[in-house]
């Protein structure tokens, strides 16, 4: 089993980043975390971080034929990009969409999940354990 894991834009400023809202942790500490975690589940990990939408969408393309699932938190490309969308669409990589937030409590322009739309579970407001559970899930299928 192959995950891919794809985050967007400004997840590399975990910890730094509005603490409140996603914690103290770093990304350097959720990678190391991820990998952990690969090895128990008994599974290979690739982890994958960008703040370009387009970098994003040539990595989900790259993924067909190469991965067994994604676990994707496309951040604020969230709610704007269809491109995401249609390259989930296009490769049909089981998908799992993460948020470290919740998602569902915050503003109006955050209720909409275009990514979303191409994945077979959504993990949403568990803090970074819910890359753990992404993963899990992907395992278990
Ligand atoms: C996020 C939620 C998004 O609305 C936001 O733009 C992010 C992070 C989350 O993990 O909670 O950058 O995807």
Not at 49 to 77: L, M, R, T
Not at 121 to 141: N, V
């Amino acid at each position: 089993m192959k995950i891919l894991v794809i985050n967007g834009p400004n997840i590399n400023m975990l910890g730094l980043r509005e603490p409140d809202i996603y914690g103290r942790e770093t990304y350097e500490t959720l990678l190391v975390k991820i990998e952990k975690w690969a090895k128990e589940l008994g599974c290979e990990v690739e982890c994958f971080q960008s703040n370009h939408e387009g970098d994003i969408v040539d990595k989900i393309q790259a993924s067909y034929g190469k991965f067994d699932g994604i676990v994707i938190n496309p951040a604020a490309y969230t709610h704007t990009s269809v491109a995401i969308l249609d390259a989930l669409k296009a490769v049909a990589v089981p998908a799992v969409e993460v948020h470290i937030s919740d998602v569902t409590q915050r503003e109006d322009f955050r209720q909409i999940s275009y990514a979303g739309m191409a994945c077979c579970e959504h993990i949403i407001g568990k803090g970074t354990d819910g890359y753990r559970l992404a993963m899990e899930f992907l395992c278990k299928m």
